[in-house]
């Protein structure tokens, strides 16, 4: 009985020490190669190529909206990634999604807090499938000046607790703090390409560093 115990107290003890040795650095949620950690529709909407994930497609409009999302939950969290949208006709959007959740009707569709992608919606704060609605815009002429279009942008997410941020190419666009208690500071992450467009989003470099807490 002793030696169990003394089992179960050193495998919590190296339970914690992994914990909080994983706290605090970065870790790469995408590979570059396979969609191994991603769940989504990878045989029409998703593909990789060049290391990203990219969906969409430049000459087919977009049916509906699609999300590619990790297999893992997170909170408290300063993510890191890039994303370059294309499009050449139709809504040119797409996002990313945190703390998010699918939902059963329509399957294809995500429930969550979105850093918005596309014209009118840059490094905004958007509420998906939910509350439907901007809750944090950022300001147009900063993001004029900081957006680079059709290339490669640095995008950031920042939660902690209630606390929401988000930065453009390493400035702040939105600062945000969530005032209904209901609302999940947990989740999904997910990459959105959004329907009615001939549109092609693409994200790489893809990191999640947990928040020490």
Do not use: C
């Amino acid at each position: 009985m002793r030696v169990l115990n003394l089992f179960l107290i050193l495998s919590f003890a190296l339970t914690l020490q992994s914990n909080a040795q994983t706290k605090g650095k970065r870790i790469k949620l995408f590979d570059g190669k396979t969609f191994k950690g991603w769940e989504g529709d990878t045989l029409k909407t998703w593909r990789i190529h060049n290391g990203a994930i990219i969906g969409g497609s430049l000459t087919e409009m977009v049916p509906h909206n699609e999300f590619i999302k990790t297999t893992g939950t997170y909170s408290n969290y300063h993510l890191r990634l890039k994303f370059k949208l294309l499009g050449t006709e139709g809504f040119v959007n797409g996002g990313v999604q945190f703390h998010s959740q699918r939902i059963a009707n329509p399957d294809y569709e995500m429930t969550g807090y979105q850093a918005d992608i596309g014209e009118g919606f840059w490094a905004s704060l958007y509420d998906e499938s939910r509350r439907d609605k901007l809750l944090a815009i950022a300001d147009p002429e900063l993001v004029k000046k900081l957006l680079k279009l059709n290339d490669w942008n640095n995008y950031e997410v920042r939660s902690e607790g209630q606390h929401i941020q988000i930065f453009l190419n390493g400035i702040q666009t939105v600062d945000y703090v969530e005032k209904e208690a209901e609302i999940p500071q947990s989740g999904h992450i997910a990459f959105q390409v959004h329907g009615g467009g001939k549109a092609e989003v693409a994200y790489k470099d893809i990191t999640l560093q947990l928040l020490l807490k």
